[in-house]
């Protein structure tokens, strides 16, 4: 190839050896995702406006639902106030808001062409869903910190073990994985932005309110209950319930709830790396 | 695959009854297709034709109907991945990422490309360079210039330097200037490095400027393939554009050859009178 010479070109572009098979190592694999979550993470950076104002939600449920439901006392939560009970609920709805939209953001990139570039390099394809997955779940992290600080503000008796803080990150990450990777699927079956703000419309207030989310599965009629049962958003508020509150505690134990997280993230994730291509169809 | 191995230095790109269907229609139909290595190849035809077909299937992005290519001995159809570490693809529309900069672009595909980290910055200051923006790199692509967004995608596909690049119509909607730069920078690829590129346009004057061959495709069928010399030669009349080549062969038309004659007659007389 240096026969060709004289060249400005060559002298950066020659081939580089990739390893025999091209049994990409690990560690290249993770460099791959990486990159991807960086590259969300300078964008939120430099554009953090989305952020900010996808924190007005859960702070108007904190503020409006929480007080006018503890003043009435209309669900029976135990030993634990209202505000504290739900502020589990709502910083898991907030996770899955953020993350249910994502599918539109995946259509945005179709549209754009970038899906194209990034199905065509050699980036396998469930590195691609797992690095989208993870940047949704840096989102989701930001907007945690932003419900435990309204929370705090509100007089929410926080767990600020450490124990207990990362427990509530893992939590969050997976359920924010979950959905987006879910979101991710959507996207590539309906494939239209239209369409998909109607299913995803659709889709997030029957999740959110067949879950735990802002009253105990108890008091709920049994049809509902079997949903509930079904939905991965109450093992999300069911976990962070034991976690991020004191004298919260979980129905079904925090370490079967992310058991259940963890197959939803994966099946979902080996499911969306099939799909993935579908975009550009 | 096994058995074919050792004639795909000449012919790094083989058709082999490429097909494509959508429902009951076909996009691609059993397209034949060789093309040389270190060639730049345009692939001409309608609205419609199946040339964006073909370059999905060929990049990986759509698995064919039936038929199959091969791009530098690699299946399309069986080894994806060993063809994708050879290819890099520009789409029709504008692809690179308008919330990062230059830099974070390039930075983010060496990484998915998998080039080496103790290359990557040496890469990323050529392919700058290569593109003209050195003084824009830290600038968002998002107020690039559309000559500028498309010379800092092709600089992107270069990353780790694939034998074979895709354009798909790379300068629609430049400026003539802009247009230029393109095109010297696809000469520079082929001259400096060798690579083959497969490039579709609407353009006759660039397919006419920069290939070495064309196909002109009508209803996902090859109609007419040659140089573009070749080709204005067989229409048989005095001064023939490629223009002239492109709508000869793109006209809606029975199957029946002995049209041929007719529509080269009728051309004729329009000449006369013009
Ligand atoms: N996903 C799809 N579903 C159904 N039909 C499709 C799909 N994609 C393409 N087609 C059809 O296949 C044909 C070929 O499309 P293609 O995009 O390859 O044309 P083209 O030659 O690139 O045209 P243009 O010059 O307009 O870019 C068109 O008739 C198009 O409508
Ligand atoms: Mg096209």
New binding site residues.
Partial sequence: MKSLNNATLLEWAEPFAVPAGRFTGLTRLAGQCMALVETEYIKLRRDPTDLISRAVQPALWLLIFGNVFSKLRAVATGDLPYTDFMAPGILAQSVLFVSIFYGIAVIWERDLGIVHKLLVSPTPRLVLVLGKALSAGLRALIQGVFVYLLAWLLGVHLNFHLPALLGAALVVLLGAMGFSTFSLIIACIVKSRERFMGIGQVLTMPLFFASNAIYPIAVMPEWLKVVAHANPLSYEVDALRALMVHGGSSLFGVGWDISVLLAFVSVLTLISARLYANLV? | MGPRTFHHFMDIIELQKLT?T??D?T??DHIQLSIRAGEIFGLL????????????MLTTLLPPSSGTATIAGFDIVHQPGRVRAEIAYVP?LVSADGGLTALENLRLFAKLYGVPRRITNERIAGALKFAGLEEAAHRLVRGYSGGMVRRLEIALALLHRPRVLFL??PTVGLDPLARQSIWEQIQRLVRELGMTILL?T?FMEEADTLCSRVAI?NR?RVKALGSPEELKLSLGISDASLDDVFTRYSEEQPETSSNFSDISQSRRSLVRLG
Avoid: C, L, W
């Fill in positions: 169809r | 494509r959508y429902g229609f996009a691609v035809g309608p609205n419609g034709a199946g040339k964006s077909t073909v370059i999905k029709q798909d119509e579709t609407h495709m996902g």
